[in-house]
Nanobody
């Protein structure tokens, strides 16, 4: 069992930046592919960014490409989401998710909810215009 705890959300003005963190329990974090998703009020949860267990490959939704950066520190069991040039449409609850690497091609599954076995409780990000 893996527990994920997000932090770093808050209220920020449009154009500002935030860095989200997600700390995972357990000793096998380095073997997990990690993703960030978000859900805005009245909308379905959507993929934001993903990173392979090795950190060697990263993936982004088109809406955040060039503004958000996902990274990980396996020594700290932590994955980050650096969010720059924030827009009002980035307002949402942001969730961290984990998938134990099973040798499947993460490059084709990173964007799917069903890929991930474990989810955090979420952290609210509000961008004021």
């Amino acid at each position: 069992q893996v527990q994920l705890i997000e932090s770093g959300g808050g209220l920020v003005q449009a154009g500002g930046s935030l860095r989200l963190s997600c700390v995972a329990s357990g000793r096998t974090f380095s073997s997990y592919n990690m993703g960030w998703f978000r859900q805005a009020p009245g909308k379905e949860r959507e993929f934001v960014a993903g990173i392979r267990w090795s950190g060697g490959s990263t993936y982004y939704a088109d809406s955040v490409k060039g503004r958000f950066t996902i990274s990980r520190d396996n020594a700290k069991n932590t994955v980050y989401l650096q969010m720059n040039s924030l827009k009002s449409e980035d307002t949402a609850v942001y969730y961290c998710a984990a998938e134990p690497d099973r040798g499947r091609p993460y490059s084709t599954t990173y964007y799917r909810d069903a890929t991930y076995d474990y989810w955090g409780q979420g952290t609210q990000v509000t961008v004021s215009s």
